[in-house]
């Protein structure tokens, strides 16, 4: 994600739609992992811990999205790339941060049943 928003600081159109195309395309490989991964960590609640963390995705999307446009006016396309900057710096450390959490324990494989006589 971080290399596509380096990549659309060149200023050729071409280029530009490259960056986005990776920035985007590992800004939903990363939500998709997330989502699966609170879903797969919640030990009961699982539909709550979804919704939750869909809350505060759209929350989050809400805000920063402000603060880009904000951070346009001011500063052009490099304010857009700070703001986004600043939110995958964010989200590397939270996800350094979960390479401690202890694993879940992998569940059994069912036995099949025994034939019966």
Wanted: hydrophobic letters at 55%; a positive charge.
């Amino acid at each position: 994600m971080g290399l596509g928003m380096a990549i659309t600081a060149i200023p050729s159109t071409p280029v530009i739609i490259l960056g986005l195309a990776i920035a985007t395309i590992g800004f939903f490989a990363a939500h998709g992992i997330a989502s699966a991964w609170v879903t797969r960590r919640a030990q009961t609640g699982r539909a709550q811990a979804s919704a939750i963390y869909l809350v505060f995705y759209y929350l989050g999307a809400s805000v920063l999205g402000t603060l880009g446009g904000y951070a346009w006016t001011a500063w052009g396309w490099a304010g857009v790339l700070s703001v986004c900057g600043g939110a995958a710096a964010l989200a590397l450390l939270v996800a350094l941060r979960l390479v401690f959490v202890q694993p879940l324990p992998t569940p059994e494989a069912s036995t099949p049943a025994p034939p019966s006589p």
